[in-house]
C-alpha cells in the first residue's frame, strides 16, 4: 500500500478562496471589511514570520489587518490596555495575541482580557468551555480545527474510529480531542507521563501528533493504515552546515512506509492554520454584525 500524502497547503487554499469570496457580501451589509489584530510582543525572529504571513493571508483575503508591536519589556498592563482597545474598535472583529509572551507577562490574564467574541484562537475560557459542553456557538482554535477538516476531507465520518491525540496543552492537544470526540470518536489523550506510547499509538485509526519532539513517532509505531497528522513545527540542522529545516514530530520518511495518508511538515497542518484563523474572523465578524454565517466555510 502506498500512503497518501494530505496536501494541506493546497486545502488550506481552497478554503481562504471560500473565505474571500464571502467577504464582498459581508462588506456589503455591514458596510466595511472583516477586521484582524494580531499582537505581538516582542521580536522572536518566528514569531515575526509568522505575524507577517498572518498579515499578508488577511489583506489577501480583503480583510483588514491591523498589528501591533509591543517591545519585549512591555508590561502586562501594556499589554492588557491594547486588548481593551482593540475589544473596543468596532472595525476589530478578530483579535490574536501571538503566543508565547515574555515570562514576565501571566498569558492567562491576556487571554481572559480579550472578548470571547473576538477570540479568534478560540484559547478564551469561555469558548474552550462551550467547545467542552457542545455548545457550537464558540469559536473554535484554528490549529485542531484544521486538523479535523483535513482528517474528514480523508476519511469522511469519523464515527467510532480509535484516536490518539499526543499532546495535552490548551492550544492543540486538548481541543483536537475535544473536537474527535464530537465527531465520536473513542479518544485517548496522550502526554509525557504516557507509559508505553509506541503500544498506546499503534491502536489508533487516527493519530494527531502535537508535541514539539522532531521526528518523535516512528513507523514501527503506527497501525498499518492510520491516518495521521503532525502538528509539530521543529527546526532541525541542515544536512549543509549553517542551514536549518523544518519537520514534524512524525518521522516522515519512515511513517509513509505504514500509514495510510500522512500530512507532511512543511505544506501540512500549519498552512490550515492560517487559513482557520481567516475562516474564524469572517464567522467572528458576521455574528458580531448579527448576520447569518455563510454555508460552506
Ligand atoms: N502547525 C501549527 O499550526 C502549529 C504547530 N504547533 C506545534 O505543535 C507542537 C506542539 O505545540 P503545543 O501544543 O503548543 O506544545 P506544548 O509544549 O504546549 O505541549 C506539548 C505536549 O507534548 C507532551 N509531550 C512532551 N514530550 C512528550 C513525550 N516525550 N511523549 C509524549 N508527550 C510528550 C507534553 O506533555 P506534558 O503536558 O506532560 O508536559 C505536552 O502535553 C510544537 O511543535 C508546535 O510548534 C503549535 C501550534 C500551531
Ligand atoms: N495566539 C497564537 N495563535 C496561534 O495560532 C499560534 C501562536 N499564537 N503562536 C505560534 C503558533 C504556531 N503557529 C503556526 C502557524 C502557521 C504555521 C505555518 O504556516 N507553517 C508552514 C511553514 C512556515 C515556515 O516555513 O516557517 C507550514 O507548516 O507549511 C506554523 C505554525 C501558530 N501559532
Ligand atoms: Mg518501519
Given at each position: 500500500?502506498?500512503?497518501?500524502?494530505?496536501?494541506?497547503?493546497?486545502?488550506?487554499?481552497?478554503?481562504?478562496?471560500?473565505?474571500a469570496d464571502?467577504?464582498?457580501?459581508?462588506a456589503?451589509?455591514a458596510?466595511?471589511?472583516p477586521?484582524?489584530a494580531?499582537?505581538l510582543?516582542?521580536?522572536d525572529?518566528?514569531s515575526?514570520?509568522?505575524v507577517?504571513?498572518?498579515?499578508?493571508a488577511?489583506?489577501?483575503a480583503g480583510?483588514?489587518?491591523?498589528?501591533?508591536?509591543?517591545?519585549?519589556?512591555a508590561?502586562?498592563?501594556?499589554l492588557?490596555e491594547v486588548?481593551?482597545l482593540?475589544?473596543?474598535?468596532?472595525?476589530?472583529?478578530?483579535?490574536?495575541?501571538?503566543?508565547?509572551?515574555?515570562?514576565?507577562?501571566?498569558?492567562a490574564?491576556?487571554?481572559?482580557?480579550?472578548?470571547?467574541?473576538?477570540?479568534v484562537?478560540?484559547?478564551?475560557v469561555?469558548?474552550?468551555?462551550k467547545?467542552?459542553v457542545?455548545?457550537?456557538?464558540?469559536?473554535?482554535?484554528?490549529?485542531?480545527l484544521?486538523?479535523?477538516m483535513l482528517?474528514?476531507e480523508?476519511r469522511?465520518d469519523?464515527?467510532?474510529?480509535?484516536?490518539?491525540?499526543?499532546?495535552?496543552?490548551?492550544?492543540v492537544?486538548?481541543?483536537m480531542?475535544?473536537?474527535?470526540?464530537?465527531?465520536?470518536?473513542?479518544?485517548t489523550?496522550?502526554?509525557?507521563?504516557?507509559?508505553?506510547?509506541?503500544?498506546?499509538v499503534?491502536?489508533?485509526?487516527?493519530v494527531?501528533?502535537a508535541?514539539?519532539?522532531?521526528?518523535?513517532?516512528?513507523?514501527?509505531?503506527?497501525?498499518?493504515g492510520?491516518?495521521?497528522?503532525?502538528v509539530g513545527?521543529?527546526?532541525v540542522?541542515?544536512?549543509?552546515?549553517?542551514?536549518?529545516?523544518l519537520v514534524?514530530d512524525v518521522?516522515?520518511a519512515?511513517?509513509?512506509g505504514?500509514?495510510?495518508a500522512?500530512?507532511?511538515?512543511?505544506?501540512g497542518?500549519?498552512?490550515?492554520t492560517?487559513a482557520v484563523l481567516?475562516?474564524n474572523?469572517?464567522?467572528a465578524?458576521?455574528?458580531?454584525?448579527?448576520?447569518?454565517v455563510?454555508?460552506?466555510?
Amino acid at each position: 500500500m502506498t500512503a497518501a500524502i494530505i496536501d494541506g497547503k493546497a486545502f488550506a487554499e481552497e478554503l481562504r478562496a471560500r473565505v474571500a469570496d464571502a467577504v464582498p457580501g459581508f462588506a456589503a451589509a455591514a458596510g466595511r471589511a472583516p477586521g484582524l489584530a494580531v499582537v505581538l510582543v516582542g521580536e522572536d525572529p518566528a514569531s515575526s514570520v509568522y505575524v507577517r504571513s498572518k498579515g499578508k493571508a488577511t489583506t489577501a483575503a480583503g480583510m483588514l489587518s491591523l498589528e501591533h508591536r509591543l517591545p519585549a519589556s512591555a508590561t502586562e498592563n501594556e499589554l492588557l490596555e491594547v486588548v481593551r482597545l482593540l475589544n473596543a474598535d468596532p472595525q476589530v472583529d478578530g483579535i490574536l495575541v501571538q503566543l508565547p509572551l515574555p515570562a514576565h507577562i501571566d498569558e492567562a490574564a491576556v487571554i481572559a482580557a480579550i472578548d470571547p467574541a473576538k477570540d479568534v484562537d478560540g484559547f478564551h475560557v469561555v469558548n474552550a468551555g462551550k467547545l467542552a459542553v457542545g455548545d457550537r456557538s464558540g469559536m473554535v482554535p484554528c490549529t485542531p480545527l484544521g486538523c479535523l477538516m483535513l482528517l474528514k476531507e480523508q476519511r469522511g465520518d469519523l464515527s467510532g474510529l480509535d484516536a490518539v491525540v499526543i499532546g495535552r496543552s490548551n492550544i492543540v492537544g486538548k481541543p483536537m480531542a475535544q473536537l474527535l470526540l464530537a465527531e465520536s470518536c473513542t479518544v485517548t489523550i496522550a502526554h509525557s507521563r504516557t507509559r508505553a506510547l509506541s503500544d498506546v499509538v499503534r491502536r489508533a485509526d487516527i493519530v494527531v501528533a502535537a508535541v514539539g519532539r522532531p521526528e518523535m513517532v516512528k513507523g514501527s509505531w503506527l497501525r498499518e493504515g492510520a491516518v495521521v497528522i503532525d502538528v509539530g513545527i521543529n527546526r532541525v540542522a541542515g544536512a549543509e552546515p549553517g542551514k536549518t529545516r523544518l519537520v514534524g514530530d512524525v518521522d516522515f520518511a519512515d511513517a509513509m512506509g505504514h500509514v495510510g495518508a500522512i500530512t507532511p511538515v512543511p505544506g501540512g497542518v500549519g498552512p490550515m492554520t492560517i487559513a482557520v484563523l481567516l475562516r474564524n474572523t469572517l464567522v467572528a465578524a458576521h455574528l458580531r454584525q448579527g448576520l447569518p454565517v455563510p454555508e460552506g466555510i
